[in-house]
């Protein structure tokens, strides 16, 4: 996941694109309309393409589920890629601005696959 959108743009429309076959103008769209689906159940939860197994100990309260939480293309895909970090035990750093979401997608995340968060604040 690159945080910086120009970046992410170029990288796909100047180096994955041509790479693939596809026009940047494709690769384009493809990145401004992506949104990952997150379906939840009692076994798994699924971001997008990722599958994260339950804690059979963890039980899952639809209704409680975070009510701060907006599902918007840019937080699903973010969330879609923090999955990843998750399945395959991979210690994450997720940085930005104050106030843009990475804190409640994190939880959001934590709660909708049954899993402790541990919040660890290194602003200095």
């Keep these: 996941h690159c945080p910086d959108s120009k970046q992410s743009l170029a990288f796909a429309t100047q180096i994955a694109a041509p790479e693939w076959g596809l026009t940047g103008d494709l690769a384009k769209n493809y990145l401004a309309s992506r949104r990952p689906e997150l379906l939840i159940n009692f076994?798994?939860?699924?971001?997008?393409?990722?599958?994260l197994q339950r804690p059979s100990s963890s039980e899952i309260d639809m209704d409680s589920l975070s009510s701060n939480f907006?599902?918007?293309?840019?937080?699903?895909?973010?969330?879609?890629?923090?999955?990843?970090?998750?399945?395959?035990?991979?210690?994450?750093?997720?940085?930005?601005?104050?106030?843009?979401g990475k804190t409640t997608v994190i939880q959001h995340l934590a709660q909708v696959s049954g899993n402790t968060l541990v919040v660890q604040n290194l602003s200095l």
């Design 70 to 100: 907006a599902p918007t293309n840019s937080a699903l895909r973010l969330m879609e890629s923090l999955a990843v970090c998750v399945r395959e035990s991979e210690p994450t750093l997720v940085v930005g601005e104050t106030g843009i």
């Design 43 to 51: 076994q798994m939860t699924q971001i997008g393409r990722v599958q």
